[in-house]
């Protein structure tokens, strides 16, 4: 398979520099280029192409989110990743609103960082757990008219979908905005049983992504 190519843009060197050597130990990604700005990363994206740009928010000059629409302009067919340590209901909004495939917290570990790029460039909504309620909320707010991401089965058919008692308990935290490890810790269960359990769920509801799972259950009072 062909190794996912990744522009990683971000202002503080040290972080920026100990990502790339992280990355650069997965198999399947190719980091291709940096950048500390937006110019800079305007300029890399267009001369190199990359299949995904990692994005920090919060740099000289201009944020990430605003950043966005020049990169879909001139660079179309390259995903963006938000990468950032602002957990602010807003920003998340403004990114999937300007076109990011997904927003991740810098508190990710490697591993769930290699699986969000895959994700990402398979096309999948990719948020961080401690998110999807900041997600949910802006979705709400922004009433019938949002952009929200398809949910799977129709509203209003949750009696048609055989979830099994333990699922409706995973999807009921999962709409609360749970990470799987505080799933875990509530229901007593094992990390990896969570992780199993949700791979179910996605499959039963039609849905690529435990965000639009979140949605739906949401949607369907499953999160009250």
Known sequence: MKPITVLVVDDHTLFRRGLIALLSQE???????EAADASEALRAAQALRPDLILLDNHMPGMRGVDLLPELRQSVPATR??????SEDEQDLSDALRNGA???LLKTAD???????LIRTMQGESVVSPEMTHKL????????PGSTAPSSGPDEGRAETVPLSPREQE????LTRGASNKEIARKLNIAETTVKIHVQHILR???VSSRVQAAVWGSENA???
């Open 27 to 33: 198999a399947g990604v190719d980091v291709v280029g």
């Open 80 to 85: 963006v990743l938000m990468l950032t340590v």
């Open 101 to 103: 495939q997904g927003y």
């Open 110 to 116: 490697g591993e769930d960082l290699a699986a969000a």
């Open 136 to 143: 949910l909320n802006a979705l709400r707010k922004s009433g």
């Open 170 to 173: 995973i999807l009921r935290e």
């Open 204 to 206: 039963k509801l039609g």
């Open 222 to 224: 499953l999160g009250a």
